[in-house]
């Protein structure tokens, strides 16, 4: 009984720290315990500018890969998701949570990006 019990509580931490770990997920909880619901992706209220971003960068991650246009992508990503980490721990600290939702919808679509660039990045 006691083994369970300590099964349960270890599976728990597991499951927090790895909400904490990443700032997409650590955002996203911390507008859930606030009672707002994050970006659905039918929300289109993104910005037609980061849209269009969005979509060259896809563009890139289309193309045949070199190792020079996979490294200048996982960068871009890394500098935009440094970006938007700043802007929305700023969003939050403000008590702002709308642009802290809007700003994790963002995050959201480079997390998305980033994902993508790993699977380039795998030998097939």
Do not use: W
Request: contains cysteine; charged residues 35%; negative net charge.
């Amino acid at each position: 009984r006691e083994k369970h019990y300590s099964e349960q509580h270890s599976s728990l931490i597991n499951k927090a720290y790895q909400t904490l770990l990443s700032p997409l997920s650590r955002g996203l909880y911390l507008l859930e315990l606030n009672g707002v619901e994050p970006a659905q992706e039918t929300d289109c209220d993104a910005d037609s500018v980061f849209l269009t971003e969005i979509m060259e960068i896809n563009e890139k991650l289309a193309e045949p890969k070199s190792e020079d246009t996979l490294e200048e992508i996982e960068t871009l990503i890394k500098v935009k998701q440094e970006e938007l980490t700043k802007e929305v721990t700023a969003a939050f600290e403000r008590d702002d949570l709308q642009e802290a939702k809007k700003l994790l919808a963002k995050m959201k679509y480079f997390a998305n990006l980033e994902d993508k660039l790993k699977n380039k990045k795998i030998p097939s």
